[in-house]
């Protein structure tokens, strides 16, 4: 699930698989996560905060601001690649 917040701000629910979906993420206040892909054979690590509850089940949703390729700045690699994942 994406939803929108602002024009380049959105908020992106990550569900856990079937046998995860009644878990908890259970991550400490002010705790964050390591999200880590590989692109163009580069790989790249970033860091986000849950937005979600530490008690919510099934799912975690981040806020990510995506930062848009330009004239002057290729953008952000990551979060454009996060925008443009599939459902699923």
Known sequence: MKEE???DTFV???IFDDEHAEK???HLTCQYLQFEVTIGGQTLQRYYHPMSKVSDQGYIDLLIKVYLRNFQHQGG???QFI???KLG
């Open 5 to 7: 917040l602002a024009t």
């Open 77 to 79: 690699v990551f979060t």
């Open 24 to 26: 908890a993420l259970g």
């Open 83 to 85: 925008d443009q994942m």
């Open 12 to 14: 992106y629910r990550m």
